[in-house]
């Protein structure tokens, strides 16, 4: 099915609306349209084509968009690279892009190449692949059709309403499903996407405070600290969405009896963003319970490429249904922690500590925290013998310096937020199978 280009329309409807504002400055939608045109010409030749990879490794902000925006009227899918990788992980997210833009684009006054831009968008055609890490160590990409998000965004234009002069901050990465889908929502909607490229709880508040926000996308961690600094009643503010892992209840309650309107959400990157906004699914989408209590969903916004045999989308999540088919979710059937909004996979962070010549096995496991929701925990076993050459601790290292050189271990090797909140170490063996398989519901 084919629909006029969102950014076309958006154009079109409303020229003089804001469609960014970040620290850059602002962009109307005809701005926009007139620069991500340009960029399309430029994206095309450097040999981008439709259905060819654009890997994105910019920051937040209006370069980040026209690219974005450029990508999608050429044709091409965008892969948007989390500026916080390592060059090793950087260079596995980017291995199958076409073209790589890691710089500003510098585009012609003029163009002979309008004809690469389309002016439609075809729903069943992959968009974007956003990487993500399960259970496994290595990012897993997720492809994302245009279809996934114009249904997300109808979804959650009915589940939140639209107001036409929205203004959704975005403190989110937009390398992650939660960040790209306010950027497309906003374009979908003709309504304002106010961009940060980092959280600063400062900022923020100043924003939900002064600048008529009416929307914004928080995980725990980030609305801990805006309570913590004094967020009252926003005075524009409609919904505080949170979600992006554990949100506890004496979170949200301190929340509203502060005045700021917390909304829960609960969502995965398989199906583009929110699958159920308080408590309720999408209109569009279903959301099954199999018999081991795992989530099942299904409709338009999850990727065709996720869907089982069955026709449904396996979370990996635990939750039910109540009679009144409002989702609950407690917990994972995976292993996979959730810290501050960040799926990390806790082999990849044991691999990388058991990289050090002192380190003989290592286990990470969530601790339920207050601020992060989950934090990422290590437990580990020191080699007997440290006295060889290369090794860094002495034979009976403090505690505080086996956790501190350990995590700078880690940060030289893994992207901030997997490196291990807190490492304690282990005296005895760590509880396996018979089959070596690490027992960490023992831990």
């Known amino acids: 099915m084919q629909v006029e280009a969102w950014l076309a329309r958006a154009a079109r409807t409303v020229p003089e609306a804001s469609a960014l504002e970040t620290s850059q400055g602002r962009l109307s939608y005809?701005?926009?349209?007139?620069?991500?045109?340009l960029a399309a010409a430029e994206l095309a030749r450097r040999g981008a084509e439709p259905g060819e990879q654009v890997a994105i490794?910019?920051?937040?902000?209006?370069?980040?968009?026209?690219?974005?925006?450029?990508?999608?009227?050429?044709?091409?899918?965008?892969v948007p690279v989390d500026m916080r990788l390592t060059p090793a992980e950087r260079e596995r997210t980017t291995a199958r892009a076409r073209v790589l833009v890691e710089a500003p684009l510098?585009?012609?006054?003029?163009?002979?190449?309008?004809?690469?831009?389309?002016?439609?968008?075809?729903?069943?055609?992959?968009?974007?692949?956003?990487?993500?890490?399960?259970?496994t160590s290595a990012p897993r990409p997720v492809e994302l059709t245009c279809g996934n998000f114009l249904w997300s965004a109808i979804g959650s234009g009915v589940a939140l309403g639209v107001d036409p002069h929205e203004r959704w901050?975005?403190?989110?990465?937009?390398?992650?499903?939660?960040?790209?889908?306010?950027?497309?929502?906003?374009?979908?909607?003709?309504?304002?996407?106010?961009?940060?490229?980092?959280?600063?709880?400062?900022?923020?508040?100043t924003a939900l405070?002064?600048?008529?926000?009416?929307?914004?996308?928080?995980?725990?961690?980030?609305?801990v600290r805006?309570?913590?600094a004094g967020l009252r009643k926003p005075p524009a503010l409609r919904h505080a969405l949170t979600g992006g892992g554990p949100v506890p209840n004496s979170l949200m309650r301190r929340a509203r009896a502060l005045g700021v309107p917390v909304t829960p959400t609960y969502g995965l990157t398989e199906a583009c963003s929110q699958v159920s906004t308080a408590g309720p699914p999408l209109f569009c989408t279903r959301v099954g319970i199999d018999p081991s209590g795992e989530i099942l969903v299904a409709g338009p916004t999850v990727a065709p490429a996720s869907l089982a045999g069955d026709g449904w989308l396996h979370t990996g999540d635990i939750g039910s249904l109540d009679d009144d088919g409002l989702l609950s979710v407690s917990g994972r059937a995976t292993d996979?922690?959730?810290?501050?909004?960040?799926?990390?996979?806790?082999?990849?962070?044991?691999?990388?500590?058991?990289?050090?010549?002192?380190?003989?096995?290592?286990?990470?496991?969530?601790?339920?925290d207050e601020r992060w929701g989950e934090a990422v925990s290590a437990i580990v076993v020191l080699r007997g013998d440290r006295s060889a050459?290369?090794?860094?601790?002495?034979?009976?290292?403090?505690?505080?310096?086996?956790?501190?050189?350990l995590r700078a271990h880690c940060a030289e090797r893994l992207a901030p937020f997997k490196v291990p909140k807190s490492v304690t170490v282990r005296t005895t063996p760590l509880p396996r199978t018979r089959s070596g398989k690490l027992l960490r519901r023992e831990l």
Do not use: K
Request: glycine letters at 8%; proline letters at 7%.
């Open 336 to 368: 996979t922690i959730v810290s501050g909004g960040e799926n990390i996979s806790p082999s990849e962070v044991e691999a990388a500590l058991e990289s050090h010549p002192d380190v003989l096995e290592a286990a990470v496991i969530p601790r339920g």
């Open 30 to 37: 005809a701005e926009l349209w007139d620069a991500a045109r």
């Open 209 to 223: 405070e002064q600048q008529d926000i009416t929307l914004v996308s928080l995980v725990a961690t980030t609305l």
């Open 57 to 78: 490794a910019l920051p937040a902000g209006i370069d980040f968009a026209v690219v974005l925006h450029a990508c999608l009227l050429l044709g091409a899918v965008a």
């Open 389 to 405: 050459p290369g090794h860094v601790f002495p034979p009976s290292p403090p505690a505080g310096v086996v956790e501190a050189e």
């Open 106 to 135: 510098i585009m012609p006054v003029q163009t002979s190449s309008q004809s690469a831009v389309s002016g439609t968008h075809e729903l069943e055609d992959v968009c974007a692949i956003i990487h993500t890490s399960g259970t």
């Open 169 to 205: 901050l975005c403190t989110l990465p937009l390398a992650h499903v939660g960040g790209l889908s306010i950027l497309l929502r906003s374009a979908i909607y003709g309504t304002t996407a106010v961009i940060h490229e980092r959280f600063d709880t400062e900022r923020v508040l």
């Open 226 to 228: 805006l309570l913590d």
